[in-house]
């Protein structure tokens, strides 16, 4: 098994026995919900001195005014793209109201009502308004609780050397835009074969605050830990699960991604955001005051409505569709999205995770990749549910090529190959920190209590500590974390003039509207019609 994993590494090896992938590119993205002092949301506006949700380069909010989204830009140095992060975080806690917090997990802290998670605010402009009714859009449709949970999503680019690495491997000899992107797609389908490996090694949202569910009545399966914590035994990543991301819409509303092409892909996504949906007809477009509350009553209102734990992207042109942007110019990057944050270490991501992941990815694009069969593609969503849920469960038992295995086993046999990546991606002569990163993952597999999932519930349990509890006392030691490393002033005066700059941006865009809004959003979605061949 992974016999052509193998091969191809020794080809690529043989080719280029150092940095194979020297030049290629690492981004995050971390979100992170604000909350006020005593721990609840914050109701506050997203704070003037952090710059313009709209244009910021660093610092944006997702769903939520309350749910910051930093952003790095790609680096080829992990330790740049880490060095970021923390530059961010570090001007974001010197410019937060008084007393506010960063949270420091993927689950939200205490929510009273649906309605007190604020929707992000953009300004006046007309993608400013798109921006925001999307936002109420995924309210209405999907509640806005489970809007607030959130994730670190790591971009990835590989350089030009390596696909011309790939096409001698492949015995190609032209490498051209349909060449990498037909390599990205096979390295998308294989995160998400093998995508369940990430909930359960880094997964660390097992429990909730009981709150998260409101009114409605939690899952029989969870089960309460002192007197408003909910957790499940086995569970690795609720925020992947059935009660985050995953909602079961597929099914609900006969969505099928469809992974095997760039083609298929773009049609997908484009047949789902022109067909319309009964059921969000029934919400209606207007409320009752005549106001957008979503942007069509289609089965999407835009791409990034289609959750899938990995995402092939393409560099959006201004107001250019993202679909649009593959169809034209094929896959630039692949953005993976199943990250928790890591509530034990104050950046939310760190080395060893990168690391980790980068390796991973290696493997998945050196691994045969078929098409993917609707049989296969309803596996892959039940093995990646399963592992969210009994991740850790001694007894569970995922579906490969039709047929039962052990997480151990298949995860074992996966990190043995990944091994041989590391050894290829550590320099030589200097400290093996691919190779240290594998050992602690191998580690998890064999051993699940050492996962981060049985670190949190362990620490709930002993420390007779619930949820709510535990993820402000991280947030509050993260917060210390960045007082006691705080910015230098060039740094600080840096971060000051791209915040006003992202202001005049945002004014510069609200002035240059020439349409109504309502043509604004016809003319962005004709061009499902236009850009047809």
């Known amino acids: 098994m992974y016999a052509m994993a193998r091969h191809r590494l020794e080809a ?25 002092p005593d721990g609840a949301l914050s109701a506050a506006a997203h704070p003037h001195a952090l710059g ?5 380069k660093r610092i944006t909010t997702d769903f939520s005014e309350a749910l910051l989204e930093i952003v790095t830009p790609p680096f080829q140095d992990l330790g740049d793209t880490l060095s970021c992060l923390s530059e961010v975080q570090s001007y974001v806690y010197s410019r937060l109201p008084e007393g506010e917090l960063l949270w420091g997990t993927s689950m939200p802290c205490h929510l009273n009502l649906d309605c007190d998670v604020p929707i992000g605010r953009y300004g006046t402009s007309n993608i400013g308004q798109m921006k925001q009714i999307y936002r109420r859009g995924l309210g209405l449709r999907y509640g806005r609780r489970m809007q607030a949970i959130a994730g670190v999503h790591y971009n990835y ?3 030009d050397s390596f696909w011309q690495l790939m096409a001698e491997v492949a015995g190609e000899s032209t490498v051209d835009q349909n060449f990498i992107s ?40 969870m089960q309460r830990l002192g007197r408003n914590t909910l957790f499940e035994p086995y569970a690795t990543s609720l925020r992947m699960g059935d009660i985050g991301y995953q909602n079961n819409r597929e099914e609900s509303e006969n969505i099928d991604a469809d992974y095997n092409t760039l083609d298929s892909y773009v049609q997908f996504l484009q047949c789902a955001i022109s067909s319309r949906s009964e059921r969000y007809a029934k919400l209606g477009l207007l409320d009752a005051d005549d106001e957008y509350q979503q942007l069509n009553t289609n089965l999407l209102q835009i ?35 199943s990250l928790d944050v890591n509530a034990y270490d104050p950046l939310g991501i760190n080395d060893e995770q990168l690391r980790f992941v980068e390796s991973f990815m290696l493997f998945c694009m050196l691994c045969e990749s078929p098409d993917i069969s609707p049989t296969e593609y ?42 041989e990546m590391c050894d290829l991606l550590d320099s030589p002569g200097k400290p093996k920190l691919y190779c240290n990163s594998l ?14 999932s049985a670190m949190m519930l362990r620490e709930l349990t002993e420390n007779d500590e619930d949820f709510f509890s535990f993820g402000l006392r991280k947030s509050l030691e993260h917060k210390a974390h960045f007082e006691a490393n705080p910015l230098s002033a060039d740094k600080q005066r840096q971060y000051e003039q791209m915040a006003r700059e992202s202001h005049d941006e945002q004014r510069a865009i609200e002035a240059a509207d020439d349409k109504t809004f309502e043509q604004f959003l016809a003319d962005y979605f004709a061009q499902l019609n236009n850009d047809k061949p």
């Open 12 to 36: 690529v090896y043989k080719k280029c026995s150092s940095r194979p992938l020297y030049g290629r590119m690492v981004g995050v993205e971390k979100e992170c919900l604000r909350v006020a």
């Open 378 to 419: 309803q596996q892959i969503k039940n093995n990646l549910l399963a592992v969210a849920h009994r991740g850790r469960d001694p007894d569970l038992k995922l579906i490969r090529e039709g047929r039962e295995v052990s997480l151990q086993q298949w995860g074992g046999e996966i990190l043995d190959v990944v091994a």
């Open 52 to 56: 313009a949700a709209l244009t910021h």
């Open 157 to 159: 680019s590989y350089p």
């Open 303 to 337: 791409e990034n409505e289609y959750y899938s734990s990995i995402r092939p992207k393409q560099i959006t042109r201004p107001n250019e569709m993202p679909s649009i942007a593959l169809a034209r110019r094929g896959v630039q990057y692949v953005e993976l999205r």
């Open 439 to 452: 050992t602690r993952q191998m580690e998890k597999i064999y051993d699940p209590g050492n996962t981060p």
């Open 182 to 221: 037909r390599q990205y797609f096979a390295l998308v389908r294989n995160i998400l074969r093998f995508g369940w490996m990430i909930p359960y090694l880094f997964g660390a949202s097992p429990a909730v605050c009981g709150s998260f569910f409101g009114s409605r009545t939690p899952p029989e399966k």
